[in-house]
């Protein structure tokens, strides 16, 4: 495996002055080569990877690390930071302000966004955080839609300089609020999109996440406007999803992948392309859940609490998504001409089960998949 090795970490133990002007670079820097030893892009797929092992201080992973990608949702971890920036050194967080901050940090509320996005500054947010952070490639949204947060552009080295910064430099109330906050991150966030792709669908549970989604039907991230600025410096059009966060314990590994899609392409289709890439990344102190990856068949398919339909809804599946089953069991018996089982799939990112008869090949019974003990 080749390391690409970053310049040095922040200065370890030193005091860090929360209202500094600026943060040194020197802690930040990433190199802009696109260099992978096993990343695998999907074909149709365009990529900005970097995965960076904080206990080496070296990065695993780089695939375009400074290709400019709107940010979606990504975008929340700054409007985060930029509340909190002077509010030290007691770092009181108001009830309304933690119940919106909350929200949008596990769940990728718009609403609690737009309104820190207006009331804090708009685009000046991104400008003044650009400085603070040493960012070098991130920029806001174009000056033909100022409202947009989620046009706001960034790159995969910009990502990790951000999540440096959060676990290496910020300030311990501010590290455990806002990390505290993405290791308790939402299956689904309140726009009803399954953000467990990509890190959370690969690794088991000490994974803290910040996805981004964007341009999928019923998106509300900020996708679907009409007057997109096809000429801006970031591609507007095409279907963006993203995974970021850490892995491992004691939030050992930075990853951030950013995609984007063919125009047209479904949401089961990009999470699926998005989970199989986050798969062969080379990510330190990463376990993966074990089990075998199998394909949903149709749209809506529910995961329940038993193996029947009486079982309780944990929750619902895009169309033609690849998840991962550790068992199968015996249950109630599901006739969907010309398929029918009485098998149902063991799904342990979800603590549930879902009928053989929509997932994989459609026989009775998962090849190779062992029965639930």
């Not at 400019?68 to 309304?96: H, Q, T």
């Not at 999109?193 to 981004?212: C, L």
């Not at 944990?314 to 033609?320: E, N, R, V």
Request: charged share 15%; glycine share 10%; with cysteine.
């Amino acid at each position: 495996m080749l390391l690409l090795r970053s310049l040095s970490m922040a200065l370890a133990g030193s005091s860090v002055i929360w209202l500094a002007a600026s943060v040194s670079p020197s802690w930040a820097t990433t190199s802009s080569a696109s260099r992978s030893a096993s990343a695998v892009v999907p074909p149709g797929v365009t990529a900005g990877i970097a995965v960076f092992d904080r206990q080496t201080g070296q990065f695993t992973e780089l695939v375009n690390p400074d290709l400019r990608f709107r940010s979606a949702s990504v975008v929340k971890l700054l409007l985060a930071l930029e509340y909190l920036w002077n509010r030290g050194p007691e770092y009181d967080i108001p009830a309304a302000d933690r119940a919106r901050l909350e929200v949008m940090l596990r769940s990728s509320d718009d609403d609690a966004a737009s309104y820190y996005w207006d009331s804090l500054g708009g685009s000046a947010i991104i400008d003044r955080m650009v400085t603070r952070l040493g960012l070098t490639h991130t920029a806001g949204p174009p000056a033909t839609h100022p409202g947009f947060w989620g046009y706001a552009a960034f790159t995969a080295a910009d990502t990790v300089r951000i999540y440096r910064y959060l676990l290496d430099q910020a300030p311990a109330p501010v590290r455990h609020f806002v990390m505290g906050n993405l290791h308790q991150a939402t299956r689904y966030g309140t726009d009803g999109f399954d953000q467990y792709f990509g890190i959370s669908s690969v690794f088991d549970p000490a994974f803290a996440i910040k996805q981004g989604w964007s341009g999928f039907p019923s998106s509300s991230g900020f996708g679907e406007d009409t007057n997109k600025p096809v000429d801006a410096d970031v591609d507007l059009v095409s279907e963006a999803l993203h995974t970021t966060g850490t892995v491992g314990t004691e939030d050992r590994t930075i990853v951030a992948v950013y995609t984007l899609h063919p125009n047209g392409t479904g949401y089961g289709k990009a999470y699926t392309d998005v989970t199989r890439l986050t798969r062969t990344l080379n990510v330190p102190g990463g376990v993966k859940t074990p089990g075998s990856w199998v394909t949903t068949t149709g749209a809506g398919l529910r995961v329940r609490t038993a193996p029947t339909t009486t079982g309780g809804i944990l929750g619902t599946l895009p169309s033609g998504v690849d998840v991962l089953v550790s068992c199968q069991k015996q249950g109630q018996l599901i006739d969907a001409p010309p398929r029918s089982s009485d098998w149902w799939a063991y799904l342990p990112k979800y603590n549930g089960y879902v009928t053989n008869v929509y997932v994989g090949t459609g026989g009775p019974k998962l090849p190779g998949v062992p029965d639930c003990q």
